[in-house]
């Protein structure tokens, strides 16, 4: 508690950043050091991409839009580690048009996150043989996203030991959570068939990023 008490509004957010940073960097360690052929890195850079370009036409539309399908497709068809780097630069590349901040970082771990697991939860299959795991996963994580993404917001409350805060603060935030989890079990529900075939197939054409079981 003196170690709370000491700490000021601003050291509180810095200690957070940091916190966030060095969960990413294990993840980014090891997709530098893995073996990659050149096209698999396109692939990567390219999917990460089409899931920033997704978010910006929807921004009038707070937290509707298909960043998290095409997280989600990814990581299931090309492997928790991908997931996670698609995720990761597709909130970094998408606050290029949108606007740049210290949110930008929990969005990287959030969507980088949501995108490991995807492909985690998919070893032989699970959440792509199974529509309803899949629209289940996808609407937890629209919630979980949003939970996230508050807690840099609410680590400057942390100091003042402002419990009512926080709580008004994940409160006022529901909605958006639910339109976020409501916007991923549509995009889920009514392409992710039609876009894990494509993806597959073109995994199999060209023998892309197989996923790495000792994740």
């Not at 509180?12 to 893995?34: G, Q």
């Not at 096209?39 to 539309?61: D, H, K, Q, T, Y």
């Not at 959030?110 to 697991?117: C, H, P, R, V, Y």
């Not at 100091?159 to 935030?173: G, N, V």
């Amino acid at each position: 508690m003196g170690f709370m008490t000491a700490v000021s509004d601003d050291q509180y957010l810095l200690i957070s950043l940091a916190l966030v940073l060095a969960s990413m960097l294990p993840f980014f360690i090891r997709f530098e050091v893995r073996k990659m052929q050149a096209r698999e890195i396109v692939l990567i850079a390219v999917m990460a991409a089409i899931a920033a370009v997704g978010r910006v036409p929807f921004a009038p539309l707070p937290s509707v839009q298909p960043t998290s399908f095409v997280i989600i497709v990814s990581a299931l068809v090309f492997g928790a580690e991908s997931g996670f780097m698609i995720g990761a630069f597709a909130a970094l590349v998408s606050n290029m048009f949108l606007g740049q901040g210290p949110w930008t970082p929990w969005q990287m771990f959030a969507w980088g996150m949501m995108g490991w697991t995807a492909g985690l939860l998919n070893r032989g299959g699970l959440l792509s043989s199974s529509r309803w795991l899949l629209l289940l996963f996808g609407a937890g994580w629209g919630m979980l996203f949003g939970w996230i993404m508050n807690f840099w917001l609410a680590a400057g409350l942390l100091s003042q030991h402002d419990w009512e805060a926080i709580a008004a603060l994940y409160a006022s935030s529901l909605y958006f959570d639910l339109a976020h989890a409501g916007s991923n079990v549509f995009f889920l529900l009514l392409f992710a068939a039609s876009w894990i075939k494509i993806l597959q197939r073109f995994k199999r054409k060209y023998g892309l990023l197989q996923p790495d079981e000792t994740l």
